[in-house]
């Protein structure tokens, strides 16, 4: 059980601190999958620690696991990046469930237990 339960007004308050966060996680996955970076990185790396494309992974590697640590803090549960599908841990009669909330929605409108996931969405 979560430590913190959002109310269905504190979670959509949080939206847009969502998504900032959802923002750079793409963009420093962009840094870690950057091709020209990860080439340079590996012929570089024996001699000099990597140079500028070892600090374009390194930064997007720590760009990524603080934005991580920021939802974990906040226990937002990112579910799938590229959907921007989160989660927050609510009470709903009584139980612990989720308010489901997906990049592209104005606010949240649904919610599912615990162990349905996003196939067990219902609305508000």
Known sequence: MAERHYTLEQANAALGWVVERIERLRSAR????DEEARAALQDAGPTNGGGEPGR????????????????QAMEVVL????RGLVDFP????????FLCWE??????????????GYGGRRPL
Not at 56 to 71: G, H, I, K, P, T
Request: aromatic share 6%; hydrophobic share 40%; glycine share 10%.
């Open 30 to 33: 962009e840094g870690l999958n």
């Open 56 to 71: 374009v992974v390194s930064d997007a590697f720590l760009e990524m696991r603080n934005a991580l640590v920021e939802l």
């Open 79 to 82: 579910r799938d990046l590229d």
């Open 90 to 97: 609510s009470i709903r009669d009584g139980r612990e469930v």
């Open 103 to 116: 990049e592209g929605e104005g606010e949240i409108g649904f919610w599912h237990d615990v162990d349905s």
